[in-house]
């Protein structure tokens, strides 16, 4: 019978894994066919001067590049050391009393529960689910909710409720911006409020992003200085619109995007 008990343990765990690792498979697959996608729309800057296009596919080349790295990073980093704990947790179970078979499962389940939430967390940030369901402006609620802390930092969004839905490129391609945006401030600026605001005008969608940092030389922009400004300038022409940065050190930095509704 305790036999029986362990062999129905560890298959429990075995189709835990199982589970944690087809979940990490169905995020890497995803990822490669949104750089695929990513890749194919270099096709579209072929009316261009050649110049420029040389310049925006190889900034376009880093940017996939570094999401990459991004997702390896997470997967080795949270998934993997998790399905190593739950490995470590399996190979215990045959030496171990009715009590310490117990505990271990008790533990293995919340080892895979970690790695359930992992993986959720890496899937969200390739593809966020409620763009899809609810639209951008429900989106970029959720992500200055989520990096939001209280008083010592704060993200807020003011958006019109009369704003319609836009092509699902054009609300992904202002996703990202924002969040290029949000990285920029947190890692660079050293700013406590950030703030969003999302309006329609008659032919366009404006999205004004805007934080207390410290800013930056506006010579920068001219002279193409910073991967992360060539990263939002690429995302912005790859869905037709138009970038205005307003900024200068010690003064925070404001910018403008303005995209077609259709």
């Not at 836009?166 to 924002?178: M, N």
Request: with cysteine; proline share 3%.
């Amino acid at each position: 019978m305790e036999s029986a008990n362990q062999t129905h343990i560890i298959l429990l765990l075995a189709v835990g894994m199982l589970i944690l690792l087809l979940l990490a498979a169905a995020v890497v697959l995803f990822f490669v066919a949104y750089q695929r996608r990513l890749l194919s729309q270099q096709l579209v800057l072929s009316e261009m001067e050649a110049d420029h296009r040389q310049e925006l596919l190889h900034s376009n080349l880093e940017q996939v590049e570094q999401e990459r790295k991004r997702i390896a990073k997470d997967l080795h980093d949270e998934v993997g050391s998790i399905l190593s704990s739950l490995k470590l947790k399996i190979n215990q179970l045959p030496n171990g009393d009715p009590a310490q078979i117990h505990a271990l499962v008790e533990e293995s389940r919340s080892i895979i529960d970690t790695g359930i939430n992992s993986v959720r967390r890496i899937s969200h940030d390739i593809l966020p689910p409620g763009l899809d369901l609810f639209g951008l402006a429900d989106a970029l609620e959720e992500l200055c909710h989520q990096i939001s802390t209280g008083d010592a930092f704060s993200a807020t969004l003011e958006a019109d409720a009369s704003l319609p839905r836009l092509p699902a490129s054009k609300e992904l391609g202002l996703y990202r911006v924002v969040q290029e945006l949000i990285n920029n401030t947190i890692r660079h600026s050293g700013a406590t409020r950030i703030q969003v605001s999302l309006q329609q005008t008659a032919t366009a969608v404006v999205l004004v992003y805007s934080d207390n940092g410290t800013g930056f030389d506006p010579l920068l922009l001219a002279k193409g200085k910073g991967l992360g400004l060539r990263n939002i300038d690429v995302r912005v022409t790859q869905i037709g619109g138009d970038v205005h940065w307003e900024t200068e050190p010690g003064a925070g930095v404001k910018i403008t995007i303005t995209t077609p509704l259709s």
